[in-house]
Each structure stands twice: as C-alpha cells, then as structure tokens.
C-alpha cells in the first residue's frame, strides 16, 4: 500500500469508509419499496372490497324490487303499480343498458323490456339463478313463488363497470 499515490490511498480510505453507508443506503431503498408495495396491494385489497360490496348491493336491492315485482304479478298479472315500482328502480340503470323482463310460464310479458336472448336456466329447484354472458353482462333470474313468472334482469357490462369502481374514481 506504501507504494500508491496518496490520492488513491484517499480513495480507498473513503471507499471503505463509505461502504457501510452505501449499503445501508441500499438496503433502505428495498426496505422502502417492499413497503410501498405492501401499501399498494393493501390499498387494492381496500377497493376490491369496497367493489365488492357496492355490487352486492346493488344485486341484492335489484333482486329484492324484482322479488316483490315477481310477487305481486305471480298474484295478479295486471297489477300495473308493481310493474311501474319495478321499472322506477331500474330507470336510472336503463340508460347504461340495464333491462329486465317479468313474464309468465309462457313467456307472455307481463312488465318490462322484452330480452332478445333466451333465459334458459328457469329451474324449479334453484329460485335464484345466474350466468355472465362474455361481453354483454350478468344475467340474473329468480322464479315467483308458485313458478309462474320468471324475471331475467340483465345488467350490462358499462353499468357494472361504474356501479363498483372505487368511490373516489366515480
């Protein structure tokens, strides 16, 4: 060592001088980011639950207003306030392409939008049925109490979209 200049003795003296820093340095930068990701996936957690939960109401308030819909019109099929409280709730939702239909076992409509596909899962052992069909949507039905009418709500992929971004995107 005697024999190298005095500015690279410098340079080595300092180099293992600042050895220990930089490595503290680098180990807090991983520290940092394995932080921030932790922070990211938790936030994601966050809003795929706030989404979650959004869509679930929403699907349990639609099923529950075509439940009492269904109801009313299994009882009597020209019970026009029953249709009219049905269509009122899924008024805003229709403008994003949201429709639903109540027919009968005949397929007769009795209130709402005819559906231009065909709702083939009316199972008397399942009262509650759905199905996602790719690119247009969920498709939901529940069957009146005494198999009489049949409800097909189907919910468009745009209206689910905003029903469960997270609440500071909408």
Do not use: W, Y
């Not at 932790?38 to 869509?55: D, F, H, K």
Request: aromatic letters at 4%.
């Amino acid at each position: 060592m005697g024999r190298l200049p005095t500015g690279a003795k410098l340079f080595l003296i300092l180099s293992a001088a600042l050895l220990p820093l930089a490595l503290i340095a680098v180990f807090a930068t991983f520290q940092t980011t394995r932080l921030a990701d932790t922070e990211a996936r938790a936030r994601l957690r966050v809003t795929a639950n706030e989404s979650a939960r959004a869509i679930a109401i929403e699907l349990v308030g639609d099923m529950t207003a075509l439940r009492v819909a269904v109801n009313a019109l299994g009882n009597d099929p020209a019970d026009a306030p029953s249709c009219a409280r049905a269509q009122g709730v899924f008024a805003q939702q229709s403008s994003a392409g949201t429709r639903f239909v109540i027919t009968d076992r005949e397929g007769a409509v009795l209130c709402g939008t005819p559906i231009p596909m065909s709702a083939a899962f009316r199972q008397v052992d399942m009262p509650i049925t759905a199905d996602i069909i790719p690119h247009r949507g969920l498709v939901l039905a529940i069957s009146g109490p005494s198999g009489d009418t049949l409800p097909a709500p189907i919910s468009l992929s745009p209206f689910s979209a905003t029903s469960v971004a997270p609440p500071a995107a909408r």
